[in-house]
Structures are given as C-alpha cells and as structure tokens.
C-alpha cells in the first residue's frame, strides 16, 4: 500500500515563501507520476501542479503558475513544492498525490490514486 506524507507547512505571511515536501513509501516511486492538490475550508479540492515520472514533464493549473514550482528526487522517493509570493487565498490544507496510471498530467484534474493526510499552509495578510 502506497503511503505519503506531507510536510513543511505553516504560517506565513503574504509574499512570503513556504517549501512542501512529501515522502512516498511501499511503492516504487518512479512508477508514479505525482501531484499537489490543496483544500481549503468550504470548498472542493483544487488541483495545482503535477510532475511526471521521470521529472521531465511539470503541469501547473493558473492560479499557481509562476509562484510554485513542483520537483522530484526519485532516489529519495520525495516530492516537493516550492511555494512563492504567497497570498491570504492559497490558505488551504495542501496534500500530496500519486498515480500510477501514466495520464497527461493536466488529466489529473480529476484526481490522483493516493493522497496523503495534508499538511495545512496559512498565509496572513
């Protein structure tokens, strides 16, 4: 059974930065294309970026292109995300995904196998 988990969150003020990473195991980590989807109180989960196997591929949707940047270490079985220019709206429980399935990543939209229990991300204004 795939196993991931989340860290790296916390407080942070508007502007500032926050580094996400998530640790895979009981799989083979290169086998997953991987993702980050966020949730914020009242609302449905939102995608954000996903990362093919391999590393060479990244998708991001709009609202965090060119602030977050998503990456691997497949000899670490690590995923992270590195979160810039934060605003009070990117406040949400954000979660780490996998899939084994080999989509084009803008297809994970609708969603990824395995999810971890989330690490909460709170932005102040």
């Known amino acids: 059974q795939v196993q991931l988990t989340e860290s790296g969150g916390g407080l942070v003020q508007a502007g500032g930065s926050l580094s996400l990473s998530c640790v895979v195991s009981?799989?083979?980590?290169?086998?997953?294309?991987m993702g980050w989807f966020r949730q914020a109180p009242g609302k449905e989960r939102e995608f954000l970026s996903a990362?093919?196997?391999?590393?060479?591929?990244?998708f991001y949707v709009d609202s965090v292109k060119g602030r977050f940047t998503i990456s691997r270490d497949n000899a670490k079985n690590m995923v992270h995300l590195q979160m810039n220019s934060l605003k009070p709206e990117d406040t949400a429980l954000y979660y780490c995904?996998?899939?084994?399935?080999?989509?084009?990543?803008?297809?994970?939209?609708?969603?990824?196998?395995?999810y971890g229990k989330g690490t909460q991300v709170t932005v102040s204004s």
């Open positions: 009981g799989g083979t980590f290169n086998n997953y294309d």
């Open positions: 990362i093919s196997r391999s590393g060479e591929k990244t």
């Open positions: 995904a996998a899939d084994p399935r080999d989509y084009g990543l803008a297809l994970y939209y609708y969603g990824m196998d395995y």
